[in-house]
C-alpha cells in the first residue's frame, strides 16, 4: 500500500518562504508524475503544481510565480517551496500523482499564514 506523508507546515510570518515535503513509500517513484495540492479552509482541493520523473514541471496559473516544484528520486520525494506566503496560502498542502488512479491521500501537512 502507497503511504504519502507530508511535513514542513506549521505557523509562519507572510513574507517568509516555507519548503514543504512528501516521501513515498510502497511504490515506485520514478516513473510517476507527482503533484502538490492545497485545500484552504471551505475550500475544494486544488492542484498547485506537478513535475515528471524527469523534472518537467507544469504549475497552473494561479500558482505561477511564488511556487516552486521539486523531486529527488533517490529519496522518493517531492518537495514545494513557497515563497512570500500570504494569508490566503494557508490551507493544508497534499501530495499525490497528478492523475487517476490517485494514492490514497495522506494526512497533509498544514500551513497558517498569520502575523
Known amino acids: 500500500q502507497v503511504q504519502l506523508v507530508e511535513a514542513g507546515g506549521g505557523l509562519v510570518q507572510p513574507g517568509a518562504s516555507l519548503r514543504l515535503s512528501c516521501t513515498v513509500s510502497?511504490?515506485?517513484?520514478?516513473?510517476?508524475?507527482m503533484a502538490w495540492y492545497r485545500q484552504s479552509p471551505g475550500a475544494r482541493r486544488e492542484m498547485i503544481s506537478s513535475?515528471?520523473?524527469?523534472?518537467?514541471?507544469e504549475t497552473k496559473p494561479p500558482f505561477w510565480g511564488r511556487f516552486l516544484i521539486s523531486r529527488d528520486n533517490n529519496e522518493k520525494a517531492v518537495y514545494l517551496e513557497i515563497f512570500d506566503v500570504a494569508p490566503e496560502d494557508t490551507a493544508t498542502y497534499y501530495c499525490?500523482?497528478?492523475?487517476?488512479?490517485?494514492?490514497?491521500w495522506g494526512q497533509g501537512t498544514q500551513v497558517i499564514v498569520s502575523s
Open positions: 510502497g511504490s515506485d517513484f520514478s516513473p510517476h508524475t
Open positions: 513535475i515528471t520523473g524527469g523534472d518537467y514541471i
Open positions: 499525490n500523482r497528478d492523475v487517476d488512479p490517485l494514492w490514497s
